[in-house]
């Protein structure tokens, strides 16, 4: 297990030095739920300028829930940070004018790039029905997405596969789909067995997807959250890791440095196996991801002044 380092040192770096071992970040926030909250966490998310994200995505809830909290948060990202935003946008429940046109609302306020996501249905995932005059998958919501405006669209992949899925090799032909359709890039669910990862990458590059993989990476801020999101997606929790957690559970300081810890430790292994563009899901805490970046970009950085 990875040693708990005790520092949560959030003072910018000059992660523009790492030179030939780059990488590149990106963050995931949900919507604040009213205004209040959306300016508590803006200037949270502007302290996360100083690792050069690539982006700053916002989820956006299934059925179109958040849909006026999404691109409210976004479009003030894009608008009072040097962040570029992307907005997530699911075409579950929903026809597709309703779709296009939160679309165009993005275009219209500055939002250039679009995390494309089918959406899950209420209750269990086997009772998925496309909405008769919707989108049915998200390959079809980028072939709509491009016919709007010239989207940046990123879509979801599934280094354990996605639990609807008949087979991997199907999963894989969908993604195909989606990124044959105008994707740029596939940002992974969250996984924490990076054997499965790389071999999903073998897969995919070995069926010609040539477009960037970017490592999902969920901190364990929560044990008994990401235990149940981990069933419901088909995610491996190493049983180390979660009693691990499970220990560190009477003591929140600890167990947060144990998340900051695993998480950073998580990404360098990645990186030294060769992988370079990282998502982290921050669960709105941007105070963590950034002690995340510290941790992770800190030896790097040094590994590239010698
Ligand atoms: P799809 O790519 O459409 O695939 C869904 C399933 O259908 C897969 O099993 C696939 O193999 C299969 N499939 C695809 N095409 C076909 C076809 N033509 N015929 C038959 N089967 C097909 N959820 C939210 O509600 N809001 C969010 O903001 C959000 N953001 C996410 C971001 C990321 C990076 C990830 C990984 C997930 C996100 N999710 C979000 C969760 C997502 O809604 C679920 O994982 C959902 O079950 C699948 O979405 P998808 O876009 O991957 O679907």
């Given at each position: 297990m990875v040693p708990p380092n005790s520092r949560e040192d959030l003072s910018p770096l000059r992660?523009?030095?790492?030179?030939?071992d780059r990488l590149t970040i990106s963050f995931e926030f949900f919507p604040p739920r009213d205004r209040a909250a959306e300016d508590r966490l803006l200037p949270n998310i502007r302290r996360l300028e100083g690792f050069h994200p690539r982006f700053v995505s916002v989820t956006y809830g299934a059925g179109g829930s958040t849909r006026e909290n999404t691109l409210s948060t976004a479009a003030r990202i894009g608008a009072e940070s040097v962040i570029p935003p992307a907005a997530h946008l699911t075409c579950i429940d929903a026809s597709r004018e309703e779709v296009d046109s939160v679309a165009r609302d993005y275009w219209n306020s500055g939002i250039r790039h679009i995390v494309a996501i089918r959406g899950d249905p209420p209750?269990?995932?086997?009772d998925y029905e496309p909405h008769?005059?919707?989108?049915?998958?998200a390959a079809d919501l980028v072939s709509g997405l491009r016919r709007i405006a010239n989207f940046e669209i990123s879509v979801a992949a599934y280094p354990e596969v996605?639990?609807?899925?008949?087979?991997a090799a199907q999963d894989l032909t969908y993604l195909k789909r989606k990124l044959d359709a105008g994707a740029a890039r596939a940002i992974t669910q969250f996984f924490f067995n990076s054997d499965a990862f790389f071999r999903f990458v073998d897969h995919v590059r070995a069926a010609g997807i040539d477009a960037p993989i970017v490592a999902g990476i969920m901190p364990i801020t929560n044990i008994k959250r990401v235990q149940q999101f981990s069933r419901h997606c088909g995610v491996t929790l190493p049983a180390e890791l979660a009693a691990c957690f499970e220990r560190l559970q009477q003591d929140p300081a600890a167990s947060r440095r144990q998340a900051i810890a695993t998480a950073a430790e998580q990404c360098r292994r990645l990186h030294a196996q060769g992988q370079r563009a990282f998502h982290l899901y921050t669960m709105n805490d941007a105070g963590l991801a950034a002690a995340v970046c510290k941790q992770l970009y800190e030896p790097l950085q040094n590994q590239g002044d010698n």
């Open positions: 992660t523009d030095s790492i030179g030939k209750g269990r995932a086997k008769p005059h919707g989108y049915a998958y996605h639990p609807e899925a008949a087979s």
